[in-house]
């Protein structure tokens, strides 16, 4: 199982950046699939995800800013960042979660079985 996040960078606050998660080694269509991150001396958090149907859940802190879609023949998951700021910069983990319905996932960690080894994202000011 691996899965394999790519596309951060450095970007000047305003600018935008995507993310792309790669799957492989499991079957990508049945798990929900959610990105977090995790900002020097911060917890890490959730960002956005989407289930199996495509529905979507996104944080509020990113809400309107970023967002999260998913090629199922692709085995891939995107996040599409627009509208940077600083506050958004930290290390980016995409995350597959086994228990997740067809129609609903959620951001609790606890619930993902696989994570990427992230892609950092760094946003000047």
């Known amino acids: 199982v691996q899965l394999q996040a790519s596309g951060g960078g450095l970007v000047q606050a305003g600018g935008s950046l995507r993310l792309s998660c790669a799957a492989s080694?499991?079957?990508?269509?049945?798990?929900?699939i959610g990105w977090f991150r995790q900002a020097p001396g911060k917890e890490r958090e959730g960002v956005s995800c989407?289930?199996?149907?495509?529905?979507?859940y996104t944080a509020d802190s990113v809400k309107g800013r970023f967002t999260i879609s998913r090629d199922n023949a692709k085995n891939t998951v995107y996040l599409q960042m627009n509208s940077l700021k600083p506050e958004d910069t930290g290390v980016y983990y995409c995350?597959?979660?086994?228990?997740?319905?067809?129609?609903?996932?959620?951001?609790?960690?606890?619930?993902?079985?696989?994570w990427g080894q992230g892609t950092l994202v760094t946003v000047s000011s």
């Open positions: 995350a597959a979660n086994p228990r997740a319905s067809y129609y609903y996932t959620d951001l609790r960690p606890d619930e993902y079985d696989y």
């Open positions: 989407i289930s199996r149907s495509g529905n979507i």
């Open positions: 080694g499991f079957t990508f269509y049945y798990y929900g």
